[in-house]
């Protein structure tokens, strides 16, 4: 572990002593400090308990951006096996910030398609953090497209802080490209399972996430604009993140109550940066599952049910 | 907060006003500044008439001057539940509905209606900005469903014509949903083989613009419609850099191949006709000033368009 939030800091603390005790013990093969360690070991695991037994909204939001969580990359390289990049959308560009192209999950050939933030200063620059130009999402098409006139299933892992607010985006027609990418998500006769990963930011996550299932880790996040973008517009005042997440009610378990999330998956104690093969072995066993199930649908009942799906969703607002 | 403040001032108030030519009679154009005679604004279809500045109009003014005679009849949408996150900001979410139902008359942030258009039968939909920004929360997904359901049913094309700063925050998620949910039912009219037609007003904006406003058959915008994803603010603050002159605009997003055409309010009526008669397949219209459809004129009313 080494980056903590900012609502862990105590939890750094203590977990920092420990290491510390167990270097100069190290160092200094006669000192005995194992009990001392411990417990400071089982301080921490109490106080990691006790910190995420009662996240807010706005400690979600931090923990689904937590740079150390799994990204795209580390699920496709840890559950997908033949992984076939294809590039580009055949008009003008390759964009980096979306992952995609055929591989196989449980020997199942399928389409995959993600948002990939980078995991450090230079691949954080060459994926533009996550956030899609249109030519992100015109690659999505030709991939769904692809994935639609072959039967094959698409898997899409949605991470993004939204789609990039650019010149050059907008020039290229950024909404144009997002609608077109939602259009192809509800046309598509395949199964269609998407899992967000950690941020589901507004236009840039509905385009990839217009799914037969949308299938989030527990703390992720969904929402129609960020917790410091709403505070600004309502409150008048960036500062108010915290009441903002509160009420827009972005967690997983709140759009799992409205109908938009159709599984929450447990994330480990202490969030998905804890155990990162533990989260990404999970996740492929639900896409496993998910995928057997949606195989004995016929492809137009399948369409059917995701169109019907989307039309019925929020008629009980939080009762659902 | 006494006797003298609440009464005795706001009479006096009104008695020197009086005097004073009412607001509504006079507005003030916001580009260049001149003061139009309300009648004369309205009659020019609240076009400036000294720099042509678009101004804000309502579904209603709209429908008026779209469908022949002005005759429509509404299309009743189903009421989504009221306030589904019992959302708080600085007020709550239902004391701004009713705000913004006082202040407009108007249920929610769209209208739909059927009615002929140049003896063209259709279904409209507008979307009201003067209405919380028009923004796209459950209702405006549900006014498109039903735009579309009956178009479907009715075998009439729909022109849709789009203003809204975005998504309804307010609802949270569930506005986000309204991307797909509207999308379905752009599907539904392409899939019956139905022209739908996008008259792009300004502003529209965010999701809006990222789902039912870009999917159109044809697009058409209004001159100096602000049309994007990403506000020109934001972008702005994001990259750092002044925008070129006219960023955003309708003229641009036509340069920039995101539009068919950008007209002018005089002409949108007729071509819409002109565009719709022609992706059904009819002959041309009947140029001039139509008398009100038949079948429906069952009181003669005199045209308003003489």
């Known amino acids: ?320 | 907060m006494n006797w003298i403040s609440n009464y005795v001032r706001p009479t006096i108030n009104s008695l020197f006003s009086r005097r004073e030519v009412p607001d509504n009679l006079w507005s003030k154009c916001k580009e260049c500044g001149t003061m139009l005679f309300h009648r004369e604004l309205t009659e020019n279809l609240n076009v400036c008439t000294s720099c042509d500045h678009h101004m804000a109009m309502t579904p209603r003014e709209r429908f008026a001057n779209l469908f022949d005679g002005g005759i429509f009849s509404e299309i009743s949408v189903p009421t989504p539940i009221a306030d589904p996150l019992t959302f708080k900001d600085q007020k709550k979410y239902p004391d701004r509905m009713k705000t913004a139902q006082k202040t407009t008359g108007e249920a929610e942030a769209m209208l739909v209606a059927k009615g002929d258009m140049g003896r063209t039968p259709v279904v409209a939909a507008a979307q009201d900005f003067s209405f919380m920004g028009g923004s796209m929360g459950m209702y405006v997904g549900n006014a498109i469903i039903a735009a579309a359901q009956e178009a479907v049913k009715t075998k009439r094309p729909l022109i849709l014509f789009s203003a809204a700063g975005g998504a309804r925050m307010q609802e949270g998620i569930l506005s986000l949903m309204q991307m797909p949910r509207t999308t379905v039912a752009v599907q539904m009219l392409k899939e019956a083989g139905l022209p739908y037609i996008v008259v792009l007003t300004h502003p529209t904006t965010g999701g809006v613009t990222a789902s039912y406003a870009m999917l159109g058959d044809v697009h058409i915008a209004e001159p100096n419609a602000l049309i994007c994803f990403a506000g020109p603010r934001v972008i702005a603050q994001t990259i750092g850099e002044k925008l070129p002159e006219g960023f955003q605009r309708a003229e641009y997003l036509l340069d920039h191949g995101m539009l068919d055409r950008v007209t002018h309010r005089k002409n949108m009526r007729e071509e819409l006709i002109t565009v719709t008669r022609m992706l059904l397949g009819l002959s041309p219209a009947i140029k001039g000033d139509l008398p009100a459809p038949v079948e429906k004129a069952k009181k003669p009313k005199p045209d308003p368009e003489k």
Not at chain 1, 167 to 191: D, F, W
Not at chain 1, 192 to 207: D, K, L, M, P, Q
């Open chain 1, 1 to 320: 572990m080494n980056n903590y939030l900012e609502f862990e800091k105590p939890l750094a603390e203590i977990e920092g002593k420990a290491e510390e005790l167990r270097a100069m013990a190290r160092a200094n093969e006669e000192m005995d400090i194992e009990k001392e360690a411990a417990a400071l070991d089982k301080k921490a695991e109490a106080l990691l308990k006790e910190l995420y037994e009662n996240l807010t909204p706005w400690r979600k939001c931090q923990i689904a951006r937590h740079p150390d969580r799994p990204h795209c990359k580390d699920y496709i390289e840890t559950l997908f096996t033949e992984y076939t990049p294809l590039a580009g959308d055949r008009n003008f560009a390759d964009d980096h910030a979306v992952m995609g192209g055929l591989a196989r999950i449980g020997g199942t050939p399928v389409v995959i398609i993600g948002h990939e933030k980078g995991h450090n200063t230079k691949t954080r620059i060459e994926r533009n953090f996550g956030m899609a130009r249109p030519e992100g999402y015109r690659k999505a098409i030709r991939l769904m497209e692809l994935a639609d006139k072959f039967g094959l299933p698409i898997i899409s892992l949605v991470d993004t802080a939204g789609a990039y607010p650019g010149k050059g985006a907008e020039e290229r027609g950024q909404s144009e490209a997002i609608a077109r990418s939602t259009e192809k998500c509800l046309q598509v006769k395949v199964p269609f399972i998407s899992v967000i990963i950690g941020e589901g930011g507004s236009g840039g996550a509905v385009a990839f996430a217009t799914a037969d299932r949308v299938v989030m880790l527990e703390h992720s996040t969904y929402a129609v604009i960020s917790p410091e973008g709403c505070a600004s517009i309502l409150w008048k005042d960036a500062e108010k993140m915290r009441e903002a997440a509160e009420a827009l009610r972005l967690t997983a378990q709140d759009l799992e109550k409205l109908g938009v999330a159709d599984r929450v998956l447990p994330e480990p104690l202490g969030g998905a940066q804890r155990d990162r093969a533990g989260t990404m072995a999970s996740v492929g066993k639900e896409i496993e599952t998910l995928l057997k199930e949606l195989k004995q649908k016929k492809p137009d009942q399948l369409r059917k049910e995701r169109r019907q799906k989307y039309l019925d969703i929020g008629a009980k607002g939080l009762a659902a």
